[in-house]
């Protein structure tokens, strides 16, 4: 049976293709070589994969090229900066790749503030995959974090633009239907 939706969460090669086109991309990023990404997109293509699975793969190689001319335009870049692309682009989990290493070493208040953004991008994700429940708990937590360590992000001009965009998430999944 053909899946309807691209869903990481519950189909495994869905979550195997977001793992690699995510790395890939990073990798890309990182050696200024964008074959990378472009190649690992191009081989679950050839695949013969159903439209659900390819559709995801060309929607996510058009941003990362946009991401990826962006950044290599204005190299070079702090990984906040390229983290507010990601964000624009709806590349959540990519964000949330791009972050981890970052957080896992950083101390104190920028650690938590780097944790309030990989949250941040936890909530995006969950709420693209339509679990709300997930999405308010986790959208919370990054609040919380985001707004005590706010000053551990300086130079982070999106900063608005994801408070607000937690906010609205939380909202909205409160607000009883009619």
Not at 61 to 75: D, N, T, V
Not at 89 to 94: A, D, M, P, R
Request: aromatic content about 10%.
């Amino acid at each position: 049976m053909e899946p309807y939706h691209f869903d990481p969460f519950r189909q495994r090669l869905a979550r195997d293709i977001r793992n690699s086109l995510s790395r890939s991309f990073i990798n890309a990023l990182i050696e200024k070589e964008a074959s990378l990404f472009q190649r690992c997109g191009a081989y679950y293509l050839q695949q013969n994969m159903p439209p659900v699975y390819a559709r995801y793969i060309t929607t996510r190689l058009a941003r990362y090229e946009k991401a990826y001319a962006i950044i290599q335009q204005r190299s070079p870049m702090e990984v906040l900066q390229q983290a507010a692309i990601f964000w624009d682009l709806g590349l959540y989990f990519e964000m949330h790749e791009l972050l981890e290493p970052v957080w896992k070493n950083a101390e104190g208040g920028r650690r938590r503030a780097l944790q309030g953004l990989i949250r941040a991008a936890g909530m995006k994700i969950h709420a693209e995959a339509n679990n709300m429940k997930a999405a308010v708990s986790i959208g919370t937590k990054a609040m919380a974090d985001l707004m005590q360590y706010r000053g551990e992000l300086a130079g982070l001009v999106k900063l608005e633009i994801i408070l607000a965009e937690i906010r609205h998430t939380i909202r909205t999944s409160e607000t009883p239907p009619t």
